[in-house]
């Protein structure tokens, strides 16, 4: 069966300092992958998705960037973390064209930027 | 316009009560359709999809209309382990417009 992980659960950063947030898949090929966030009593925005190594798209101008290194890997950055940064990041996968074309969803990681 | 559009509740009901949701979506090209249950600071879960002809997972009843563009979701028998925000979503190519959810309170 497919899982999906996302780490850390928590974090705490300083305004102005970096942000690394990885995700990884396990359990299927070539999956369609998205980050979204998700602020406090808020719906989810999509930020980034990709439907394969290297293919990122991107949803929302802001200072974020994702990268996908290999098939089951996804990671959102950002070289200097604001205030409005803060929030509930999801990263989530579904099956490529042509199959049941349904998402499923990391534990994701709740981000405070002081 | 939004692509997904909900009433955000919420929603207060006895336990037992039958409660409906529904959401509509603006492009007319939209493929795929869901349900999804979000609890207080959890990632959303996959309830159920939704299909042209209506489908039915236990006490969980969700019908499409595609030419209204509009989508619903029935729950009968309400538990209060139902509490929770109900999203909708839909799918187009590769990208799920996420509705803002309904929340549902259940009361004992």
């Known amino acids: 069966s497919q899982t999906i992980h996302q780490w850390p659960a928590t974090l705490v950063q300083p305004v102005g300092s970096p942000l690394s947030l990885e995700c990884t898949v396990e359990?299927?090929?070539?999956?369609?992958l998205y980050w979204y966030r998700q602020a406090a009593g808020r719906g989810l925005q999509l930020l980034f998705y990709?439907?394969?190594?290297?293919?990122i798209s991107s949803e929302v101008p802001q200072n974020l960037s994702a990268s996908r290194p290999q098939d089951r890997q996804f990671i959102l950055s950002s070289k200097k973390l604001l205030l409005s940064d803060s929030g509930f990041y999801l990263c989530?996968?579904?099956?490529?064209?042509?199959?049941?074309?349904?998402?499923?969803f990391g534990p994701g990681t709740r981000l405070t930027v002081l | 316009r939004k692509e997904v559009e909900q009433d955000p509740g919420p929603f207060n009901v006895p336990e037992g009560a039958t409660v409906a949701f529904n959401c509509t979506y603006s492009?007319?090209?939209?493929?795929?359709f869901f349900w999804y249950r979000q609890d207080c600071r959890k990632e959303p879960k996959l309830l159920m999809s939704?299909?042209?002809s209506g489908n039915e997972d236990g006490r969980f009843t969700a019908q499409l209309n595609r030419a209204s563009q509009y989508i619903s979701l029935l729950i009968r028998d309400s538990k209060l382990s139902d509490s929770a925000t109900y999203l909708c979503?839909?799918?187009?190519?590769?990208?799920?417009?996420f509705g803002s959810g309904t929340k549902l309170n259940v009361k004992p």
């Open positions: 359990g299927t090929s070539n999956p369609n």
């Open positions: 939704v299909y042209s």
């Open positions: 492009n007319s090209a939209s493929q795929s």
């Open positions: 989530a996968w579904s099956p490529g064209l042509g199959q049941k074309n349904e998402q499923f």
């Open positions: 979503v839909v799918n187009l190519y590769n990208k799920f417009y």
């Open positions: 990709s439907v394969g190594i290297g293919q």
